[in-house]
């Protein structure tokens, strides 16, 4: 990160565009493969080359969509990050009242720019115009080990649900039975 730039200077945020698609793809190997520590077996990720074909593919139709959104951000001409979401409507919608809400797919920041604000740029940008599309919530999914819940906290959300996993050949335990209900 360039010493003499100010902090608040950093980055411009833009719409992401086709030609961004292998610096998206970038950030988010980049990514994936912090996520994949959270819990090596099951976010074991295929090829780098298998996983790019398929994550291009998806946010080259996500840029056609009138509710998916793209932007980027930028230092000198390079991606140091990158933020999608979409609107759409909520699982079982049809038992709720409110049945739309925006969602945050990917945030991804380039590891030297982390700390500087550009996650909170793109996510202020990223959170006005979902909120344009009259959607009163939106929400993200994180692993409950990822550091950036902290970053996430800041920028207003609260954890709401929780998802759990269980292996098809776990063995319950001691440990397990003492922490049932």
């Known amino acids: 990160m360039p010493a ?3 902090k608040s200077d950093r980055g411009i945020i833009r719409n992401g565009t086709e030609k961004d698609l292998d610096d998206f793809f970038e950030l988010y190997w980049i990514s994936s493969l912090e996520h994949a520590q959270y819990n090596e077996k099951l976010d074991a990720l295929k090829s780098k080359e298998q ?8 946010q080259r139709e996500f840029l056609k969509g009138k509710d998916e959104f793209f932007f980027v951000a930028e230092d ?3 991606i ?12 079982e919608a049809e038992i709720y009242v409110i049945e739309r809400v925006g969602y945050i797919d990917e945030l991804c920041v380039s590891p030297e720019y982390r700390n500087s604000g550009i996650g909170k740029k793109l996510m ?3 959170l ?3 909120f344009k599309k ?24 609260i954890p709401e649900s929780v998802w759990m ?5 776990h063995k319950e335990t001691k440990s397990d039975e003492s922490k049932s209900s």
């Open 51 to 58: 996983c790019k074909e398929y994550i291009v593919n998806r």
């Open 80 to 91: 140091i990050g990158m933020i999608t979401g979409h609107v759409a409507k909520r699982d």
């Open 4 to 6: 003499s730039m100010d």
């Open 165 to 169: 996993v269980r292996e098809k050949n």
């Open 124 to 126: 202020e940008k990223l």
């Open 134 to 157: 009259d959607v009163e919530f939106v929400g993200l999914g994180a692993a409950y080990k990822n550091v950036a819940i902290n970053f996430y906290k800041s920028c207003g959300f």
């Open 128 to 130: 006005e115009e979902l």
């Open 76 to 78: 000198n001409n390079k």
